[in-house]
Structure formats: C-alpha cells, structure tokens
C-alpha cells in the first residue's frame, strides 16, 4: 500500500492519478487526509487562487473554460476546483459542465477536478482549502475555484480566494439582489458574461453606478465585458485578475488576506473537531433526554448545551 508520503510524492512528480487519489482523501476528510494535509502544508503557498462564483446559469463554466485558454496561452500551468455541494454521483451541474472543458483534456499543463461534500465531516468550507494546496504542492501556479451557485458555502468558498471574480449576465438583478448575495462586498473583479446579449451595455453601467455607491478604497473591482462561447474578453479578464494580484503584493494585501484565511481555517477546525467530540461523549439517551426537555419548554436551549457539555 502506498504511503501517504509516497503518494503526495508521485503527485508532485506530476502523476494525476496520484493527484486525483490526494484530492479523494480530502474530499472524504478521511484519516489518510490528514495525513495528507500535514504533508502538503508546509509545501503550498505559492500558487494564487481565483475564486469565480455567480447564479446559476451565468456561463461560469464556459468562462471558465476559456480562461484556461488564455492562462495556457501565456505559458502559465492551471488547475481548477469546481465546487459543487451536490453528490457527484447525481449528476449535478458541475460534473455535466466539466465536459464543456474537454477542450483541455489532453493538455498536461490543465487539472480540472470536481468536488462535493460527501462524507466529509467539515463540509466544503472546509474541504476547499486543503484541496488548494493539494494542487498548491502539485506546482500549479493558479487554482481557480469554480462554485455552482451563490448559496453560503459558494460565497463562502469563493470568497476565501486571493482574488474573487463575480460573473453576472445581462440584464442581472438589481442593487438589493447583489448584496443580498453578497457578491458586491466580495468582488475583486466583475464580469458581464454573454456581452453579445441585449442589455449588456446597460448592466456595466447599473454595475459602475452600484460599486460608486458602495466600494471605496485603493482597489475598484473593474468591470469587464465577455463572451465565454468565444473567448471574447478573457484577456481583458486575465488582466484584471494579474492587476489585481499585483495591487494584493504592492499594498501587503496579499499576506493580510491569506493570513485571515488561514486564522478562520483554524477557527472552523476547532469549531468541528469540539463538535465531532462532544458527539461521540453524549449518550444517545441522555441527548434524547435533554431534547425531550428544550422541546416542552421546559429548558432554555442555553442551559440545554451546558448540562449536555457537563457544565451543570
């Protein structure tokens, strides 16, 4: 059997399958997982990350796909984590969109990998990071994260990138729907998708009117206008994510967000690992029990979690 070391080893040297057998680990959150993450730590860090989240059917995949185009076109290694809470079995968005990349499928500068929940006890949130620098430790310089939706994992997800590209399409919702989302206060970089569409003219400009109303500081997230099915204005994409990266290390940015990240990584961790014990030390019958006393309102949920925890 191959050892964790040995594993992370051949997935360096540049082996995908070893790479697809890593990111199975951690998609599972198994002990092999761990195993693997403490391995891989201390060799990520380099690689920067692209989130690109937006609603459903705003053509992030296509995008997606020609973005790969024009990061190959440069001479630059990609790979990409396609979020998907769904179970990969079902059939879901993400594993059907992830054919739309087949254009790439022979080139051994591309990794695309799909990846959902499944057993993983953290979830996602915390699935996500460890898979980045899975591929991080693989040498690929760029990871973009691909979500399916705008849910909170999505946001969350996409969000926790270096930089974070909002795709919207013509005529897309209106100030209140953005920031309900959320996707104003994350966006590093918006893109108008389907551009060849009536009113993509007018969606830039209601874009610029709304981050004139509510961001400010060095960064504006520019907006830029794109057709995925074509490859029309991935380069002006691309240039806006470097342009980004670039203000991220002039402004020290960089360091501050990654460090954040990895402060919230440790916080979720905790949160899950108190949580996986205090499970496996309550009695099916005395959790039932102390339920059973919170649903007659009889105990306060407060004072429910402190007798179960053993502090009354």
Do not use: C
């Not at 920031?179 to 874009?207: C, W, Y």
Request: proline share 4%; glycine share 12%; aromatic share 4%.
């Amino acid at each position: 059997m191959v050892s964790a070391a040995e594993l992370l080893d051949e997935a360096r040297a540049g082996d995908r399958r070893a790479l697809a057998r890593v990111l199975s680990h951690i998609e599972r959150g198994d002990d092999e997982a761990r195993r693997l993450g403490r391995l891989a730590f201390p060799l990520a860090g380099r690689a920067t990350t692209v989130g690109i989240t937006g609603a459903p059917g705003a053509g992030k995949s296509t995008l997606t796909s020609a973005t790969v185009s024009e990061v190959r076109g440069r001479g630059d290694r990609v790979a990409v984590l396609a979020i998907d809470p769904s179970s990969p079995f079902s059939g879901g968005a993400l594993l059907g969109d992830r054919t739309r990349m087949n254009d790439h499928a022979l080139d051994e500068g591309v990794f695309i990998r799909s990846m959902a929940t499944r057993g993983h006890l953290g979830g996602l949130a915390l699935a996500a990071p460890e898979a980045i620098r899975a591929l991080d430790a693989a040498g690929y310089p760029w990871v973009l994260v691909e979500t399916v939706g705008v849910g909170q994992v999505e946001v969350e997800v996409a969000g926790a990138a270096d930089t974070t590209v909002v795709v919207v399409n013509p005529g897309w919702g209106d100030s209140v729907q953005a920031n309900k989302a959320g996707l104003m206060e994350i966006a590093d970089v918006f893109v108008v998708n389907k551009a060849d569409r009536p009113g993509a003219s007018q969606t830039v400009h209601d874009l610029e009117g709304m981050l004139d109303l509510t961001r400010g500081g060095p960064w504006r997230p520019p907006v830029v206008s794109a057709v995925g099915t074509t490859g029309e204005g991935t380069a002006e994409l691309w240039d806006a994510v470097l342009a980004h990266r670039a203000h991220l290390e002039r402004s020290g940015e960089l360091a501050t967000r990654r460090s954040a990240r990895l402060r919230d990584e440790l916080a979720a961790v905790v949160v899950q690992q108190l949580r996986t014990e205090a499970e496996a030390r309550l009695g099916a019958g005395e959790r039932e029990a102390i339920e059973a006393e919170v649903l007659a309102r009889r105990l306060d949920p407060w004072s429910a979690a402190d007798r179960l925890l053993g502090r009354r």
